[in-house]
């Protein structure tokens, strides 16, 4: 993983300010670099004496989380060659597995396929819009989240954006300069750079009929075209990932069973996305005292104790050898109005030590509860369980810097979601590892965090999923899963990017898995949740007590790899279940703007 920052101006002076570079080494605390290049123009003679062409900044901050070895970025081959900015992980290029630097690959990768288009057309347009289509061709071939920024040197131009999930952030700023970064600045005026296609920015191109003056105001601005370019493979809008299957349940089709394939076919598809997300991960060591190596956890999971993250940690534990430690991070929040409720409602004394507001939080309750269970499941596992406890003077200190990283989200909703994923992703708090006890003051070493996002959107586990079924039924229920896996670029993986990479971590998603998420859109509704069958008359499956229907798929996973308490669980949104929402006043919407 790595931070972004390119900037592109007629002024050699530009650089970004200290925040940025704060945000940037946050992200990418093992190296940081910057190249400078300077684009001769054919018009240039009408920027002298004020320029000699385009100036492009490109900067890098890199967590080393591949190979044996940093790969320096911006990442180039030769001066003046084309160049690449990547954050990102390549999985796989062309179906093969990616071994050694991805970031070197991909660049080969690209540059191969855009060195392969010619120069010499006569219309620059026709020119730059092949380069655009081998360009967009070759990202296609490649299987993994990122943002990127391509300097195609050959064709003077510059390539941007993100995977067609959006799972990295890449923020965009059209003012005096053209700025693309992972973070912002603190100066307002940015947009999330859409997921919905590639970009392309012609450095040659000028306005037919611009006059000289229009390059002699006191703040230079470049003319520029943006071109954009849908992904070439989609048969449906460029709003549109994958095709959506609307097959309407059979006539008195039973419930989901235990024995049905679908189930198998989901648990080795999410196994063999963990695996990828948690192998080949770089030893981190650390001296004991007595100038003896100690292996440090790699791998921490967001963890609530729900069945999303639940499923994860199982299946976690299957794919890393057993004496790896796992670290289970779990957040819960003084909430001062959720105090002066129970105070109001309390009748007798209250034991402060074990039924403190953060031991009440409905995910600490569930965390602890399904700690246990995998103890018990998993008991050869080293298991720690991190209770991140976040006083609410602490979020006050802190609530600055959270609505910088979730910028230009700034919503209720938006900040009450930040905030559990930010104090989370600092990791540090009270530690009880299974077997040995409690370790106070830890935090966890470990570089990436599981999250099970994704898992609501694609098996229907929101509980407004039940509500709009119940009102427009299977079609309705359509619509909002559709628009839930469409949305999740824009309403949550660029912000929770930002917010998790804070602190040199990097968020990897494996419900998010291309070949996951396409084989999930494409699976019948009755596959995924049991809305219709509960509807007819069913109270649970036979066997088996599971009475929400809600990602039946996945708690009947749970359940078959032995997690059977787990596999019962209510779903709880975040903000709820670690009482970030409506710290003061409770009457306070989630769509409203936060104020500072």
């Not at 300077?38 to 900067?59: C, H, M, N, T």
């Not at 999330?192 to 450095?203: C, K, M, S």
């Not at 066997?543 to 787990?566: E, F, T």
Request: aromatic share 8%; glycine share 6%.
């Amino acid at each position: 993983m790595c931070g972004i920052y390119v900037n592109c101006s007629y002024r050699s002076d530009d650089s970004p300010n200290q925040l940025v570079r704060e945000l940037l080494h946050g992200r990418g605390p093992d190296y940081t670099n910057t190249t400078r290049t300077e684009v001769a123009l054919s018009w240039a003679q009408l920027l002298q004496p004020i320029s000699k062409g385009i100036y492009l900044d490109f900067r890098c901050s890199v967590l080393h989380l591949r190979d044996e070895h940093i790969t320096s970025q911006p990442f180039t081959t030769e001066p003046h060659d084309s160049l690449l900015c990547w954050n990102g992980e390549a999985w796989k290029i062309r179906g093969e597995d990616v071994t050694g630097s991805d970031t070197q690959a991909v660049f080969t990768h690209l540059d191969v396929a855009l060195k392969q288009v010619p120069s010499d057309h006569e219309v620059r347009e026709e020119t730059l819009a092949n380069a655009f289509y081998a360009f967009i061709h070759a990202l296609e071939d490649i299987e993994g989240p990122y943002a990127l920024v391509f300097y195609d040197a050959k064709h003077k131009c510059i390539f941007y954006g993100r995977d067609k999930i959006g799972r990295r952030s890449l923020l965009l700023r059209e003012e005096d300069s053209l700025t693309l970064s992972s973070v912002q600045d603190g100066r307002g005026n940015w947009s999330e750079v859409r997921a919905n296609g590639q970009y392309q920015i012609d450095l040659e191109w000028i306005p037919p009929d611009a006059p000289v003056s229009h390059y002699e105001s006191k703040i230079l601005a470049p003319t520029r075209r943006i071109n954009h370019m849908v992904w070439p493979s989609s048969t449906l809008s460029s709003s549109k990932l994958f095709p959506f299957t609307r097959e309407i349940p059979p006539v008195h089709e039973p419930p989901l069973q235990m024995d049905d394939n679908v189930i198998q076919d989901l648990e080795s598809r999410l196994r063999a996305s963990v695996s990828r997300r948690i192998r080949n991960i770089p030893l981190l060591f650390t001296d004991d005292g007595a100038n003896a190596p100690v292996e440090k956890p790699r791998v921490a999971i967001l963890f609530s104790g729900g069945i999303d993250c639940t499923l994860l940690a199982r299946l976690v534990h299957d794919e890393l050898p057993q004496d790896y430690e796992v670290d289970l991070l779990n957040v819960a929040f003084e909430n001062p109005r959720s105090i002066a409720a129970a105070k109001a409602n309390q009748s007798g004394p209250s034991d402060d030590s074990k039924n403190s507001c953060y031991n009440r939080c409905p995910d600490r309750l569930t965390g602890l509860s399904t700690f246990n269970e995998l103890i018990s499941e998993c008991p050869n596992r080293p298991w720690r369980f991190v209770s991140i406890d976040v006083p609410y003077s602490q979020l006050t200190d802190q609530k600055a810097r959270i609505l910088e990283l979730m910028y230009p989200h700034n919503t209720e909703m938006d900040f009450s979601i930040a905030c559990a994923l930010y104090f989370a992703a600092k990791g540090t708090g009270l530690a009880t590892k299974h077997p040995s006890g409690q370790v106070p003051e830890y935090k966890t070493p470990a570089r990436v965090l599981l999250s099970g996002l994704g898992a609501d959107e694609l098996f229907a586990g929101y509980t407004r999923h039940s509500t709009v079924f119940h009102r427009g039924g299977c079609h309705a229920l359509f619509d909002e899963l559709e628009l839930d896996i469409n949305r999740l670029a824009d309403r949550n993986l660029s912000r929770d990017d930002r917010i998790l990479s804070h602190c040199g971590r990097e968020p990897r998603y494996p419900y998010l898995d291309e070949g996951l998420v396409e084989w999930a859109m494409q699976l019948p509704i009755w596959k995924k949740c049991g809305f219709a069958q509960l509807q007819s008359g069913e109270k649970q499956l036979k066997g088996v007590p599971i009475d929400d229907p809600a990602k039946l798929i996945l708690r009947m996973l749970v359940w078959k790899l032995g997690l059977k308490k787990a596999a019962i669980e209510k779903k709880r949104a975040i903000q709820f279940g670690a009482k970030t929402a409506k710290m003061v006043g409770g009457k306070t919407k989630g769509t409203q703007i936060i104020s500072n």
